[in-house]
């Protein structure tokens, strides 16, 4: 199977609420992403696992956590959902130093209310 | 950090005319430029790609062209249809951060 898959595909949750999203790929890929996608901008970087080391960006560090129990899959936790929250949740794969482009899910679509 | 830059916000052309973005980077460790693709309500989809020892790439309708010296690369949709219509991202990759840094993208419509 070589697709990254992310559940749900879609998700509302209320303000102050917890939210936790799911990606998972059984292609032994050694980095999973987490993007933030808005209308009319670009895709942000939220975090990344190369293996077991995660890497935050420092703008979103403390808003976003993530956890990779094994290879194949990696959530991303959102403590209390505000709605600025409300986005495109992108989880994407590669084997870093390979030069092949990082493989997208089809996204989790969080409305916060 | 990684600074990536599309040229082009919007561009429309008619069907059967070609369509090209430019994206200019600045990050020297940047050695691997994917463009995606993103259709009304979907996720991202790989288009093409260019590797840092060559300046040119075709993969049927799609060239993507690459000046290092510059810091920029180009895609060009030849023989345009309407399904190409959508947003179009490039994305310099670093291969040692494990990086990929988008620029805005680009909104192409094509016109029958």
């Known amino acids: 199977d070589t697709t990254v898959k992310q559940n749900p595909r879609y998700k509302l949750a209320r303000v102050g609420k917890p939210v936790n999203l799911i990606c998972s790929q059984t292609m032994n890929h050694d980095t999973m992403y987490w993007y933030q996608k808005k209308p009319n901008q670009a895709p942000k970087l939220l975090l990344f696992y190369y293996d077991k080391i995660l890497n935050r960006e420092a703008d979103t560090f403390e808003k976003f956590q993530s956890s990779r129990p094994n290879n194949s899959f990696c959530s991303l936790y959102i403590g209390s959902a505000g709605l600025e929250y409300s986005a495109m949740y992108l989880c994407?794969?590669?084997?870093?130093?390979?030069?092949?482009?990082?493989?997208f899910g089809e996204g989790t679509r969080l409305s916060v209310l | 950090g990684e600074k990536v830059e599309q040229h082009e916000s919007t561009l429309s052309v008619r069907e059967g005319d070609s369509a090209v973005i430019n994206c200019t980077y600045t990050d020297t460790a940047s050695s691997y430029f994917p463009w995606y693709k993103q259709e009304a309500g979907k996720s991202l989809h790989f288009v093409i790609d260019i590797r840092s020892n060559v300046d040119r790439k075709q993969s049927q309708r799609l060239i993507v062209l690459l000046d290092k010296k510059a810091k920029r690369f180009s895609l060009h949709i030849t023989a345009t249809q309407p399904e190409d219509s959508a947003i179009y991202f490039c994305a310099p990759y670093n291969t040692n951060t494990g990086k990929l840094t988008f620029g805005d993208g680009t909104v192409l419509t094509v016109k029958p």
């Open positions: 994407a794969s590669s084997r870093v130093g390979y030069n092949q482009a990082p493989l």
